[in-house]
């Protein structure tokens, strides 16, 4: 690499150490003080056997991702939940994780290949081929989506439209890639020869590089950080400290000259909130670098110190403004700046019992406690930040219960019993005000003020001083007291404030409270909707809203007439308030014997700082809170002092309500995409997180389904199961409290449908509608035209009968017959009489037979007989009807068949003795055969045209059977159908 760089930063880390036992002895020039935060371990020591954290990463929807040796897992807070590897032979051991845009997790392992979290676990990226093996040092996304991955001597690596791209020395400053980060439309990589820029123009790499040789402090870039200035980032160096660059010129801007002797290699740096930068280095563990009085101000946070060798590898910020540390000692620690408790070197601990509090203007904080007056400066290190002052009368220990100051320096001191005192820092002069001066009371609760007017709150009424600017004598201070006689309910005073539109508010013991505007007071009690007239604190927000606390009754909100009240309802855990104040961000820091709770008037909930144990003893007196001013409210208590920095309005105040999975029929659901459920898919379960990081345990869940629930339901558990839903539209709705309030809370949902079975799907109705409908229709249409084929049928069949008997009883049939007759009478007498019989039982059996819609098959053989014999008697054997027909009884025909069939012979054929008309009839593969010789007729005699179509459509209608017919050269053949009786 850079050989010379490594002499020159091992001479630094000689010069850090000497310098860092230097400031533990006390001997500095102030740029660390100590600070004490209270660190919650996340991994126990069995835990820790069983799985090392490497990375770790806050996704945006607040879930803690963490890449183990073990694998991929999320942190809610209580439990450790592993994904899966969709290949189980994929290496387990991670090393980093970054999160895409569009919320998907990746991350690298210790065998050099990509992930992606699908929804069936870890699997292989496509974007970064098997063939490649070079040692991943990082891997981040750009705004675009595309990842980017830095190795050990092989340079960067981009997937950018669909292709993989390569970029190593000289492109960039060097191979060795410690460190990717993203800021808009930039990228910038931290290598071992400086900061390199990279972004895309028009399709081109755009290249700018940053060098020692360019003024940073060091050659090796190791860790990068965004900064509150939206161009400029922080860059963090192996042994040169820290500096601040302008990205866009790529000029340094902030390099503090002591910064690099002070540090150890920067393994991360997290800006927490604008002016607070979070240091982890390996020679001091975490530091925190802030701005004080316009100068850099870097904290050692001790605690983490105290377990020998320790580092911090990994720094995150989570959505409630939590920090996380990766300890390589201690695993997973997280702490929150809402709360400090700042060392106090030099002060026994037994003798804190802080009675009184005050930051003044130049961030002082002084503080009082039964051994008398501290001097505390938050910007010095060691024993130097902390001075006594013994304030005295008559050789004895005053009780300082109150302290203000209207200039920084000057100090008023109110005591139990003694009155007030005045000490100026700069002259050393003391001033002492009691009864005998014209004090109205000796026992002073509270001080306030604003411009030469000092408020006093007493147990004698309140007293207003009007001081000119350099006291030296009484003579210097106007003294004006305010009791009953005034119009106050009482003279037990606790506290005065003065609000920004001028009026005094007074907090009385039993009489409400009271207000001083244009000369006249007005009193607010029970009359007013207090529950109780004891007021003990007062402050007030930036829109002018005045707020005050009861001794047991909660807290209230005043602006005109209108009185809001605020107690267990919203959350607050402990009625028995010693003092509450307003702090910058208009949330109200209420402080109480149970410890401190937040109120946020914009969403009407409370919540309570990070679990720490100093809170539950802390004890405070009434009133014992002074804001500083960056804003930070410092609070006194039995065990020491203690400050609360505001957490910015990002910061999330309520649960981060997510939902981690549902499942239908068992199997996971990609939820996120899939919106449509088939109706077998119709049991479904829902697991959800609130996610809590300060305090899970005591989380609540409220959710929903609508479309089924007509309620909501409150449980412990993050899981809902529905087994057996209908079809239709369902929206599946959670949220999460920490105080069993649910109103305004944001809502977690997913929308979804269960689709009907497809018999119950409308186009299958409208089908089964249509297709019932059309049959119905066809039916109808079916079932009259068979009526209207009966009908046709039984007029063909009645015409029929008509015609048959028109037939046998035409002119002709008659002429014809009669003429037979009396030729037989002549000749053959007795024939004669046969032939009358015959033609009788002929008619005869026309008659019987016409109704019938079948007859025997042998009966239809006698009718058949008759017919015979009448036309044989006419044509004699020129006509000759030959029967080949066995069992004649085991069918049916309709009547009249065979007769037609045979006159349709007759009627259509030359009959002679050179011709003579042959019909056969006999039985074939089950049909009935009617054949006569073809030899037809010239002229053809006139037709009724029903006989053989008749037969047809009888058949047809009536049995469903087709009749034959052939007209062959030779041959004429019907062919009937038999019917089995």
Known sequence: MYPQSWNINKWKGLIALLLLIVLQLGGSEGLFANHGYFYKEHQKSGEQKRFRIRAMHVTRNGLLWLATDKGLCYYDGVNYHFTNYADSTAGKPLQNICESPDGKIYVSDLRNQIFLLGSKGLEKAVIWPDTLHPKIT???????????????????????????????????????????????????????????????VDGEMQVAILRYEDGLPDYIVSSIA???????????????????????????????????????????????????????????????????????????????????????????????????????????????????????????????????????????????????????????????????????????????????????????????????????EQSGRVLHISEKDGLINNNILSITGRGNELWLATLGGAERLIVNNQVKSLEDIRLKGYTTRHGLGTNYIYQVHVARDGSKWFATDGKGISCLKNGEIVTFDERNGLNSNAIVSITEDSRGRIWFASSEAGIYSIRGDTIKKYDRSCGIRDLHIT?????????????????????????????????????????????????????????GGKDGLLYYAPALPSCREVPATILLEVNAMLQPLSFREVKVLPYSKNHLSFEFKGLWYKNPEKVR??????????????????????????????????????????????????????????????????????????????????????????????????????????????????????????????VDQKGASDYVQRLSDFFRNILTYKEKELILLSEELKILDDYYYLQEKRFGSNFHIELKIQNPEQYCIPPMTLQLLVENALKHNIISASKPLKVEIYIEDDRLIVRNNLQLKRKVEQSTRIGLSNIVNRYRMLFDMEVEVYSGKDYFTVKLPLIKC
């Open 226 to 424: 965004s900064s509150s200035d939206s161009q400029k980032i922080w860059l963090g160096f192996q042994a040169g400290g820290i500096c601040e660059v302008d990205w866009m010129q790529m000029k340094i801007m902030t390099l503090d000259s002591v910064s690099s002797l002070l540090f150890g290699e920067i393994n991360d740096m997290l800006e927490y909130e604008p002016g607070v930068l979070w240091i982890a280095d390996d020679a001091n563990g975490l530091i925190e670098r802030s701005e004080y009085h316009s100068r850099p101000l870097y904290r050692v946070i001790r605690p983490i110190m105290k377990n020998t060798g320790q580092r911090i590898l990994d720094l995150e910020k989570d959505g409630e403004c939590n920090l996380w540390l990766l300890s390589s000692e201690k695993g997973l620690l997280s702490t929150n700046r809402q709360i400090t408790v700042p060392e106090l070197p030099g002060v026994d601990e037994k003798s804190l019992e802080i009675t009184a509090v005050h930051a003044d203007a130049d961030g002082i904080i002084w503080y009082a406690n039964h051994e008398g007056l501290y001097r505390y400066d938050p910007g010095v290190s060691g024993e130097e930040s902390i001075r006594f002052i013994g304030i005295s009368h008559a050789d004895r220990k005053e009780l300082i219960i109150s302290i203000y100051s209207l200039e920084p320096g000057k100090l008023w001191l109110g005591t139990f019993g003694s009155g007030l005192y005045y000490y100026d």
């Open 579 to 635: 003092s509450i104040t307003a702090d910058k961000y208009d949330r109200i820091v209420i402080v109480h014997e149970s410890g401190i709770d937040i109120l946020d008037p914009k969403i009407n909930h409370v919540t309570f700082p990070v679990e720490n144990p100093f809170l539950t003893s802390l004890k405070s007196d009434l009133n014992n809170r002074s804001v500083d001013p960056y804003g930070n409210i410092w609070i």
């Open 138 to 200: 990082d891997i981040a996304f750009d705004r675009h989506g595309h990842l980017w991955v830095g190795t050990a001597g092989d340079g960067a690596y981009v997937w950018h439209d669909a292709e993989l791209m390569h970029f190593a020395m000289p492109a960039i400053s060097d191979n060795y890639i410690n460190d990717i980060h993203s800021v808009g439309e930039y990228i910038f990589l931290g290598t071992d020869n400086g900061l390199t820029r990279m972004r895309w």
């Open 701 to 826: 869940y409220q959710y929903k389904l609508e479309g089924f629930d007509l309620e909501w339901h409150v449980t412990a558990d993050n899981a809902a199961i529905y087994p057996s839903l209908h079809p239709g539209r369902y929206i599946f709705k959670v949220r999460s409290s920490i105080d069993g309030n649910f109103k305004n809370l944001p809502i977690e949902g997913y929308s979804f449908r269960i689709a009907p079975p497809f018999w119950q799907t409308p186009w299958f109705i409208i089908g089964l509608l249509l297709f019932i409908i059309g049959s119905i229709y066809s039916y109808v249409r079916f079932r009259e035209q068979r009526l209207k084929a009966i009908e046709h049928l039984e007029k063909e069949k009645i015409d029929f009968q008509l015609q048959t008997l028109r037939s046998q009883v035409n002119p002709h049939f008659l002429f014809n017959s009669f003429n037979t007759l009396l030729n037989m009478i002549d």
